[in-house]
């Protein structure tokens, strides 16, 4: 467990060692439901949920409770408690389920402390206002890779201090999205991911928002973007990419919030390059046409004739 946080000598956390231990054992959990197998349930038309995700809901709760039992927690699967707390948890237990319901190992843990300041809890505040996000914890137990950030102490990977890439031009970048399990039908992504296709290395849908944030933190990837996440998607991740050096903005460039539902990660030097391809993408100019499948059958066909005529 300490090898896979920094020395004590490096930094001294306030919260990350209690909570990078609650998070190493949740993902053990999910470990070990991930090799036995699980039965899936539907929470939506293709949102699905398993007995992981709950179990390891419970077990958060009830260990960040006993550990801190001042805080808040606000879990993806419906946990709401001591929400007017000066401190809240949000909470994601189980992060990919898609990819963990089909055996595709690639999903996490992930844990986010927001430091609600007191004005926010004055009646007269608006009630989406955010406080600080001063610490964050993402386990992807596959690869025993643990994720941590304290605000103003630098993020970490394993020990290792994280600097996000310095790349600096987004057509030598590698970036990732996601899709949402909802309302898939009316979201747009699929011509951003077309776009950024041909304007980068390429375009990674690895099925986990807070490893494509950790991700961004530890330079793997310079960018990442989403339409449609939830805080306990974002809330740690946040952390780390800002820690590590880099920048999270809406898709205008307006400062992140926790409720945000668009999402803009990346290294801080081709930020300004993306925002511009967002404002130019969403005013509908050029814009490169998807090839319709029937025009490609179509040339196919030609193709093929061709060919027998020679
Ligand atoms: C999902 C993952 C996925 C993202 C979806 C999220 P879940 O979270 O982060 O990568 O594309 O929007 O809902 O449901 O697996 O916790
Ligand atoms: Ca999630
Ligand atoms: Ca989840």
């Excluded at 849908?205 to 973007?225: I, K, M, P």
């Excluded at 967002?278 to 490609?296: K, N, Q, T, V």
């Amino acid at each position: 467990m300490n090898a896979l946080l920094p020395d004590r000598s490096a930094t001294e956390f306030t919260w990350v060692r209690d909570v990078a231990e609650i998070a190493v054992e949740a993902g053990s959990q999910l470990r070990r439901f991930f090799e036995a197998g699980v039965a899936t349930e539907y929470k939506g038309e293709v949102d699905l949920v398993t007995i992981a995700d709950r179990t390891v809901e419970a077990y958060l709760r009830r260990a960040l409770m006993d550990r801190f039992p001042t805080h808040g927690v606000f879990g993806e699967e419906g946990t709401r408690d001591r929400l007017d707390a000066e401190f809240r948890w949000y909470v994601d237990p189980l992060d990919g389920t898609t990819n963990f319901a089909h055996g595709f190992p690639h999903f996490c843990v992930s844990l986010g402390l927001e430091k609600q300041s007191p004005e926010q809890r004055a009646p007269e505040m608006p009630a989406n206002e955010d406080g600080p996000i001063v610490a964050a914890v993402i386990y992807d137990p596959m690869r025993e890779e643990l994720f941590v950030a304290e605000a103003g102490k630098g993020a970490w990977r394993n020990g290792q201090r994280m600097a996000v890439s310095a790349t600096p031009h987004l057509a030598e970048s590698l970036v990732a999205t996601g899709f949402p399990s909802r309302k898939r039908h009316s979201n747009p992504n699929i011509h951003f991911y077309h776009e950024f296709t041909l304007r980068s290395h390429g375009v990674r849908r690895a099925g986990s928002a807070a490893l494509d944030l950790a991700y961004v933190a530890s330079a793997r990837l310079e960018a990442f973007w989403e339409f449609h996440l939830n805080p306990w998607d974002t809330a740690a991740g946040y952390l780390l990419v800002e820690e590590a050096g880099g920048c999270v903005s809406t898709f205008d460039g307006a400062p992140r919030r926790l409720d945000s539902r668009e999402v803009l990660a990346s290294n801080g030097h081709i930020h300004a390059e993306l925002l511009e391809t967002f404002e130019r993408l969403f005013s509908g100019r050029d814009l490169d046409p998807i090839a319709s499948p029937a025009a490609y059958a179509a040339r196919h066909r030609a193709a093929q004739i061709e060919s027998r005529e020679a």
